[in-house]
């Protein structure tokens, strides 16, 4: 589940990246980012209440969730900063690479070092991504609005 996710943040990503650097300044530029700042936050929330704190919990060194973790605040703040930006400027341009870059980086960090350390660990990962997806099911209109709730309060 988280991979999908992964997959489908890392796409909006893509097409960012493409508006940015053929059509910036351009309405569907705005609306992919904004696509994009919506799936970084129902992501960041599953991981944030439910994954990181198994992964914390099965792993005796927890870095690689403390780096996680950092990447989602990273993210927190260029969306942040994003949002109070015209998407005309040249600003707005430069954050969303830079936000895109972010969704690479965490990603990759935690599909090639989290997720295989977490699979040699004794966490059930089968259960954890069944809680995951009822959490996403049930609670997807929450999830968004506790995130937005967190943005808008920073």
């Not at 940015?20 to 936050?41: D, F, K, S, W, Y």
């Amino acid at each position: 589940m988280l991979s999908k996710g992964h997959e489908h943040t890392r796409a909006l990503a893509d097409e960012c990246r493409r508006f940015a650097h053929h059509m910036a300044g351009e309405p569907a530029m705005q609306q992919v980012a904004e696509a994009l700042c919506r799936a970084i936050h129902r992501m960041a929330a599953l991981e944030e209440e439910l994954f990181f704190p198994a992964a914390r919990a099965a792993l005796e060194a927890s870095q690689l969730v403390d780096l996680a973790e950092l990447e989602h605040a990273t993210a927190r703040q260029i969306i942040r900063q994003l949002q109070a930006t015209d998407p005309r400027e040249a600003r707005y341009e430069a954050l969303v690479l830079a936000l895109t870059g972010c969704v690479e980086r965490h990603a990759l960090h935690e599909q090639a070092q989290l997720f295989p350390r977490l699979r040699e660990s004794c966490l059930d990962m089968q259960a954890l991504e069944q809680r995951l997806n009822a959490r996403l099911a049930a609670h997807d209109d929450d999830v968004l609005t506790v995130e937005e709730r967190r943005t808008a309060a920073h």
